[in-house]
C-alpha cells in the first residue's frame, strides 16, 4: 500500500478511509474532514477523461433558458460588484460571460474543452475566451486581475486544491470578488449511498468538499469573509473577498 498524502487543506497526516468502491478509494483528513480521491489520476490520464467527452462539436440544450438563468445570477452577483472585469473560470457555453457582458463589465471566459470555447465564440462573439485550465490562465500572467470572478462546479475536479485556490487568488483583484459552487459531499440530503448522487463522479472530480473545508482553503489563500449560504441542495455556494 503506497502511503498517503498529507491533507491539502489543512497539511494534517491522519487521514482515513472514507469510501471504497470498486471505481474509487476516498479518503478523509481525521483534522479537518476534508474527503478527497486518491490516488488522483496523472495530468495525462486526466486529459484523455475530457478529449473522450470532448470529441465533436459542443452542443447546449435550452440556449435560451440557460441565457436568462444566467442574467438572473449576474442581477444577484451585480448587487457586490456593479462593473469592471468579469471572469468565468470554466466558462463551457459562454453563458454568464455573455450575461455579464450584457450587465456591463468588461467580460472574460477560460474553459479547458475547445469544444465548448468554438461554441461559446460562436453564439457570443463580443467576449474574449480563453482555451486553457485556470491555473495555465493565471500563470502566463497576460491577464490582469478580475473584479469579479465566477467559478461554478470546477474546483472539485482539480487534482491539486492548493493550486487551484491559488490560480483563484491570482485571478480575483485585492478587494474584488469570488463566487463559487461545488457539491457538498457533507450536506443532509446527499444520498447515504454515496454512487447514487450525482457529485460522487471518481475519477473526474477529486476534491469533496463541506461548507468548512472550502472555507478553511479559500481563507489559506487570502480570502476574507467567506460566506456560505444555506442550500436545499447538496451544494455549496459560496462568497468571499480577497484581502
Ligand atoms: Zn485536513
Redesign the pocket.
Known sequence: MSTLPH?Q??A?ARIALYHRDANAELFR?E??G?IFLHPIPDAATQASLYEQAGIGARYFPKAERKLQRAQQKMRQLQRLVARGRFLDAGCNGGFMVEAARRAGFEAHGVEPDPASVDWARQHFPANAFAVATLEEYVTGGAQRPFDLVYCSEVIEHAPDANRFAAALAAAVARGGYLYLTTPDITHWRRPRALAEWDGYKPPEHCLYFSPRTLRLLLERHGFTGVKTAWAWKPGIKVLARRA
Do not use: A, N, S
Open positions: 491533507c487543506v489543512c494534517g483528513c483534522e479537518c476534508f
